[in-house]
């Protein structure tokens, strides 16, 4: 099995030593970079695994590097910050991090995190057609719209599989923590809103209604009429 390679955009070297140690210790194949042009340099030239990525670097904003990276690839992103704010939380999210750690972090929970990332990464089934016009391939993890492929994040498209397999069923915010993010997520709830709201974004048309329903007062679902 190929060994999966995490890279670390982060300031502060004493966090990447203490990461990196951690991380070699599971396997990985770990590399650091100190400011953000380094991260896209490496980035570039590695096409990492998982990318562990500071929020406040010297020269660039981290906000600024995911969206740069999620221009151009669907690799996972956690984003990191000493700072325990929301709004940072939820733009991070929004921009496309899969995860978010608020520093001091414990290098067992991110390693945990890292290793759920990468399992929904590859995470293989029959395939599901939704609504006629959307395809989804778990084998090769690979979802088309009208024949033309959508780029999802690990997590909207385990969002997208835990619907489709579910049709009719009401999933709560928290049971779709659960489900989809694989651990004790202590983030806020509207980080399955921003995710959904992805979703809807990417795969709805507008001449029907959305691909996912809320249902006001509890969750979401997918309605089975809409599922072969």
């Given at each position: ?50 990318v562990l990525l500071d929020v406040m670097l010297p020269d660039k904003s981290g ?166």
């Amino acid at each position: 099995m190929k060994t999966k390679t995490i890279l670390i955009i982060e300031d502060e070297e004493s966090i990447c030593d203490i990461l990196s140690y951690a991380l070699r210790q599971e396997g990985y194949r770990v590399l650091c970079a100190h400011t953000g042009f380094d991260g896209i340099r490496l980035f570039e030239g590695i096409q990492p695994d998982v990318v562990l990525l500071d929020v406040m670097l010297p020269d660039k904003s981290g906000f600024d590097i995911c969206k740069h990276l999620m221009a151009n690839s669907t690799v996972p992103i956690m984003m990191l910050t000493a700072r325990d704010d929301i709004v940072d939380k939820v733009l991070g999210l929004e921009l496309g991090a899969d995860d978010y750690m608020t520093k001091p972090f414990d290098v067992r929970e991110v390693a945990a995190r890292i290793k759920a990332m990468i399992r929904r990464k590859g995470n293989t089934t029959s395939y599901l057609v939704v609504r006629d016009t959307i395809r989804i391939e778990p084998r090769s993890h690979t979802v088309y719209k009208e024949e033309q492929t959508v780029s999802l994040k690990p997590q909207e498209y385990e969002l997208l599989l835990l619907f489709a397999r579910n049709q009719n069923i009401v999933f709560t915010r928290e049971e779709i923590l659960d489900a989809v993010w694989d651990f004790d997520f202590d983030g806020d709830l509207r980080t399955v809103d921003v995710h959904v709201q992805r979703l809807r974004k990417k795969l709805d048309t507008p001449a029907q209604p959305s691909i996912i329903e809320t249902v006001f007062g509890v969750g979401y679902k997918m309605r089975g009429e809409f599922i072969k």
